[in-house]
């Protein structure tokens, strides 16, 4: 079961950003260790870990403090979002480049977004869309586990 999450996560990474993350390990914190995982797992994990911080008891509880205060847990889950982000900003950059440099054709999402008028010029909204395209793929994925 778990060969072919991985293999699912793995096409659908290929297909929203066109780049292959099968020997891509990034850092990822856990319980103050930092440990090498797949772009696919820690993108997977923290998207869990985001949504089960809505229903956190602070959260519902007080939820005007919910953009100032941070667990220590759900800090980590901010440092964790933000390398996965960093790194596939980077992605997307270097894509940019080779599409200006006419040596991209653009087969993929993150190439047709490159592209488009609506979304050429802002790194941020494309970056949102590949990894929306990615979220859903991977939650209709593992509601039919």
């Known amino acids: 079961m778990d060969e072919l999450m991985i293999l699912h996560q793995k096409i659908l990474l290929k297909v929203a950003f066109g780049f292959d993350f099968a020997d891509v390990l990034l850092d990822y914190e856990h319980e103050g260790k930092i440990e090498k995982k797949s772009v696919g797992w820690i993108a997977v994990t923290v998207f869990h870990e985001c949504m089960n911080r809505l229903t956190s008891p602070h959260i519902i509880l007080f939820p005007f403090l919910c953009d100032w205060y941070f667990t220590p847990y759900e800090r980590t889950i901010v440092r964790n979002c933000k ?40 790194n941020e909204m494309i970056l949102d869309e590949c990894l929306t395209f990615f979220f859903a793929g991977a939650g209709t994925s593992s509601m039919a586990h």
């Open 83 to 122: 390398r996965l982000r960093n790194f596939l900003s980077t992605i997307v950059q270097e894509r940019r480049a080779a599409v200006k440099a006419g040596k991209d054709s653009g087969s993929d999402l993150l190439g047709i977004l490159l592209t488009d008028e609506n979304f050429h010029s802002d």
